[in-house]
């Protein structure tokens, strides 16, 4: 995973044909949040991930690819993974879709989450679609499970493209360390279930993209990180 400006091609080969998605991250606020720019290549019609602020930022890497943004996803409820989505929002004209309605509490106080932060106010964002185990979503002409983790948050979800073999996991794995539980409706256990029964299982082959850092794999995770050992 590389900075903003710098694609990563999902499912790409050693052919010369096209990959069925490119992925821009770009970090953005002082808390160097994950936000993600994903799309078809074959359309150019994609998603923004977690726009947690430095809206105009993400804009202008929008425009750079010359992407068509369908609609914003979220994984969950904390201030640096949606402090800039109802903004985005309200320039792309497109819906904000998650995450699970557990989270709602969070999002309604996202101003006091601002302010313990001592970040400036953000605009508070209204979900158009909450998510639950099970549903699918479609972005970037892909297909995404939904799997509902909590524990980092209460309706903290993971996007999984089985055919890809790729994860957005948010805030629930990293590579080498696990989400933060210490915060507002946080519990480690919980968190540790959600990851030993919803993404341990899905295979060491699957690749994920945290909400901060690294991208890594889930076989990887499996051998060296030390919250499995």
Same mark, same amino acid.
């Given at each position: 995973m590389t900075n903003s400006g710098h694609e990563m091609k999902s499912g790409a080969t050693t052919e010369p044909k096209q990959p069925p998605v490119s992925i821009v991250v770009i970090p953005v606020t002082p808390f160097q949040q994950n936000c993600s720019l994903i799309w078809s290549p074959e359309t150019k019609k994609g998603a923004v991930v977690d726009p947690g602020g430095d809206v105009e930022t993400i804009v202008k890497v929008i425009k750079e690819y010359g992407v068509e943004v369908e609609k914003i996803i979220l994984t969950h409820g904390h201030i640096d993974h949606i402090g800039g989505a109802a903004d985005l929002a309200?320039?792309?004209?497109?819906?904000v879709?998650?995450?699970?309605k557990a989270d709602e509490p969070l999002i309604e106080r996202v101003a006091d989450q601002a302010k313990q932060f001592g970040l400036p106010d953000v605009k508070p964002v209204r979900p158009d679609e909450w998510l639950d185990e099970g549903d699918m979503v479609e972005f970037a002409g892909r297909n995404f499970e939904v799997l509902h983790c909590p524990g980092h948050a209460p309706g903290h979800v993971v /996007? /999984?493209?089985r055919d890809l073999r790729f994860a957005f996991s948010g805030d629930v794995l990293f590579a080498g360390s696990i989400g933060r539980t210490d915060l507002p409706l946080g519990d480690h256990d919980t968190l540790i279930r959600s990851i030993k029964e919803k993404m341990l299982p899905l295979g060491d082959d699957v690749s994920f993209l945290p909400g901060h850092g690294e991208a890594s794999t889930i076989g990887h995770e499996r051998q060296t990180n030390p919250f499995f050992k």
């Open positions: 309200a320039q792309l004209g497109v819906k879709i998650g995450p699970h /996007f /999984f493209d």
